[in-house]
């Protein structure tokens, strides 16, 4: 049951197809496995959403097949629960190679700039401004959005059209998924932001490291529920054997009793205690509120990554007691911290653009109401101003009127007389 590539054979080739035989022409053709079941797409379309434990098999199940192909130097480009197919025993395959690309393939046809290629709802944002030029965090982003489809039933960016699509996720900005699905455990949230961080240094820098990280939550269901004839067994013991011997370097040399395999692993558990060291980490939640919680280094260098730790956070190693200094004083969070405080500030200046141009449409907006009014108030003094003078000359009119009628007899008495 161990997680497969599922890709078509290689065509057989005939190199005298015109010849005759008894048994008719020889004719190329290629042999693709059948596979007895569903995609995840047609599971989704019932269910709505996975459970925890479900989601999580399906999605390590992916980034070992995922994995054995980057090790083949083959990006996916398009995993989406579509692609995602499971038979009726509960054995997980990654199907549709079709756009796989070797990461020194210099063929332009498929992969010329500004060709994103894939499915835009899953896709990083990378591939849509140009598909020629991604690695290997690119399946990793896709997974990322598939595994939080899996646990919410909706995807982390949505958009009418494709570009609003991709603006939202060059925005990297999408709803919690545990607000979404309580049921999410906090540091499943943190291995889904990580692995849908909007630029790629920020993921998982392998399949490898994402494995090892989803393995340490113990949330993998033994069976996939959703298949009624799903059999138990190892499906996986081999892959994370292959990954643990992917993730350590060489071993010491001349150490005595220690075969290769067996210092990779001493090795491996070593890192391991280093990189999941305990901590009290002083934080302010988003409710603005002042918490004090133990975190291991990997999941305070996933809060940053995802700004659940907001810039003062201070740590204090559980086993030391130097007292609380910023996350920027120790040593593991350095480099993360420095990105940080540059996305913070870069975000502050954009901030304070935002509040120019606030105020410059304000003024604008004021400034067209005011010359509104004064063409509304010219226009009312005009009329006015007519209406006076039209008033006047009538004044004038029947003024003379009575001044001619007045004149009158006095001259004509006057002529008289005369």
Avoid at 242 to 264: D, H, K
Avoid at 355 to 376: H, I, N, P, S
Wanted: with cysteine.
């Amino acid at each position: 049951m161990r997680p497969e590539i599922f890709t078509p054979t290689k065509p057989v080739t005939n190199q005298h197809s015109t010849d005759q035989t008894t048994f008719g022409t020889l004719t190329n053709y290629v042999a693709i496995e059948f596979m007895d079941g569903c995609s995840l797409q047609d599971v989704m379309d019932k269910q709505g959403r996975l459970s925890i434990g479900d989601a999580v098999h399906v999605t390590l199940a992916c980034a070992d097949a995922l994995a054995h192909a980057h090790e083949l130097n083959l990006i996916h480009r398009d995993i989406k629960p579509d692609n995602i197919l499971v038979n009726r025993k509960g054995v997980v395959k990654v199907a549709d190679f079709g756009l796989a690309k070797a990461l020194d393939d210099e063929d332009m046809s498929m992969t010329q700039s500004g060709t994103g290629l894939g499915t835009p709802l899953y896709m990083p944002p990378e591939q849509a401004r140009d598909a020629k030029n991604v690695d290997h965090r690119t399946d990793i982003y896709a997974l990322g959005c598939t595994l939080y489809y899996f646990v919410t039933g909706k995807l982390p960016f949505h958009g009418d059209t494709v570009l609003k699509l991709i603006m939202a996720k060059e925005k990297g900005q999408y709803e919690s998924a545990r607000k979404l699905n309580p049921e999410v455990p906090e540091r499943l949230e943190l291995c889904i932001d990580r692995m849908i961080q909007k630029e790629p240094k920020h993921r998982y820098p392998d399949c490898v490291e994402l494995i090892a990280d989803l393995e340490k939550l113990g949330l993998e269901s033994d069976v996939i529920s959703f298949m009624d004839h799903a059999e138990p067994g190892s499906s996986r013991s081999r892959s994370r054997a292959r990954s643990t011997s992917m993730n350590t370097s060489s071993p010491p040399s001349a150490v005595p009793g220690l075969t290769r395999t067996s210092a990779e692993d001493a090795q491996a558990r070593q890192q391991a205690s280093i990189k999941e060291a305990t901590w009290y980490v002083r934080f302010t939640n988003a409710k603005g509120e002042s918490q004090v919680k133990e975190m291991t280094t990997r999941q305070i260098q996933q809060g940053i990554l995802s700004d659940a730790l907001d810039v003062k956070a201070q740590a204090q190693r559980k086993d030391q007691k130097t007292g609380f200094l910023p996350l920027a004083g120790w040593p593991e969070f350095q480099d993360l911290m420095k990105k940080r405080l540059a996305k913070t500030t870069e975000t502050v200046r954009s901030d304070q653009m935002k509040d120019m141009y606030a105020k410059l449409e304000k003024e604008q907006t004021w400034y067209q109401r005011k010359r509104w009014f004064g063409r509304v108030l010219g226009d009312v003094l005009g009329g006015f101003g007519l209406i006076v003078y039209l008033a006047a000359v009538g004044a004038a009119l029947v003024g003379g009127y009575f001044l001619i009628r007045w004149l009158y007899p006095v001259i004509a008495g006057y002529l008289k007389i005369g």
